[in-house]
Nanobody, 125 residues
Framework: HLAESGGGSVPTGGSLRLSCVISDTNWCMGWFRQAPGKEREGVASIGPHGRTNYANSVKGRFTLSKDNTENTLYLQMTNLKPDDTAVYYC????????????????????????RGQGTQVTVSR
């Protein structure tokens, strides 16, 4: 079960923090977004050992983190732009294992098995 919160409306340059409560943070987790008429876009993901990946469009502006004691995933978004307007979804899946037996998370967070109901982020010009 995934439950997002924290969306809202802000002006260009504003900030928001999205939260996602999950029953267990020992998963591949991340956020993707979908704007009207557009494809899903992976935004950020975090895998085993806390390694994070970001879409080029948000690097330097968004920060992904998780609190294992609170079972919560956060997406801190700063310097928001109108192009960031979308419904943001928290997503999760189990770890994959590579040929060396190491756990890893696939990059395609928009295709993860589980997702929340989404939270709207609107950035005005």
């Amino acid at each position: 079960h995934l439950a997002e919160s924290g969306g809202g409306s802000v002006p260009t340059g504003g900030s928001l923090r999205l939260s996602c409560v999950i029953s267990d943070t020992n998963w591949c987790m991340g956020w993707f977004r979908q704007a009207p008429g557009k494809e899903r876009e992976g935004v950020a993901s975090i895998g085993p050992h806390g390694r994070t990946n970001y879409a080029n469009s948000v690097k330097g502006r968004f920060t992904l983190s998780k609190d294992n004691t609170e079972n919560t995933l956060y997406l801190q978004m700063t310097n928001l732009k109108p192009d960031d307007t979308a419904v943001y979804y928290c997503a999760a899946r189990g770890f994959s294992v590579d040929d060396y037996g190491e756990a890893y998370c696939p990059d395609n967070v928009a295709e993860y098995d589980f997702r929340g109901q989404g939270t709207q982020v609107t950035v005005s010009r």
